[in-house]
């Protein structure tokens, strides 16, 4: 399907991250890790984030849904991206 421009048009999808998950991150890396290691099976919503300049070093965002999220100058040193 296209667009009015002629671009391919993909699935809507929803606008902003997940508040618990966002709320969970800001929290710092070890609550973020613990809370990934109770719930293995929870892709986190962070679609659209705004996490510049956080501090992220070490966290684990292996499947996290980070389209669009704005990460300049965020410390990803040691951060999990992949599985």
Known sequence: MLDKAGCPHFREREPLANDEHLALLRQGTATWNKWRERNPDIKPELYEA??????LSGADLHAADLWHVNLPEADLCGATLFE
């Open 50 to 55: 705004d996490l510049r300049m956080a501090d």
